[in-house]
């Protein structure tokens, strides 16, 4: 996810966002396809099914 790109260093803000990024990979670990992460992630840019199914768990 880049993250020696990103230029939050202040406050709470890295600690914040290291949660959201834990989230985030956690929700595409459940997601059962056999996709590798780096396609997960970028799946639901294209589709809103997919990005349905990542979020709420739910499959169409």
Known sequence: M???DSRIR???SPAILAMVRYLS???FEKVSSKLGLK???FKPALSDDFREEVVFGLKF
């Open 39 to 41: 396609q997960k992630q």
């Open 25 to 27: 990979l956690n929700l």
């Open 2 to 4: 880049r993250e020696d």
């Open 10 to 12: 202040k406050d709470n």
